[in-house]
């Protein structure tokens, strides 16, 4: 699994490609916790990329937002409809905030 990391402005941007899954998602919560662990205000993962997601990565996901305390915001964008309703039936649409695209993530 490739994961892209991009720095913009005060943003950490996080591109994981194809899939996240069971055998893929520890590599991701790595990145993840990296990347909350810099402190950054904004973590932004861009899923512009991103073809498949498991239950282990939805789990990687929750863990990051839950580690990014206020006034620090982790922002997810750029989801594929297919993602997107993985999202909307596991009740995680509802939690978490989902912008349509990386610009508007970049200023949730």
Known sequence: MEIRQETIGDAVVLIPVARVDSATAKA???QVL??????????????????????????VVLVGAKMTRAPRRFVLCAMKPH??????????????????????????
């Open 28 to 30: 991701f919560e790595a």
């Open 34 to 59: 990296a990347a909350v662990n810099t402190g950054a205000p904004r973590i932004v993962v861009d899923f512009s990329a991103l073809d498949y997601i498991s239950s282990a990565g939805l789990r």
């Open 83 to 108: 993602i997107r309703e993985v999202f909307d039936v596991s009740g995680f649409a509802r939690i978490l905030t989902i912008t349509p695209d990386r610009a508007a993530a970049l200023v949730a």
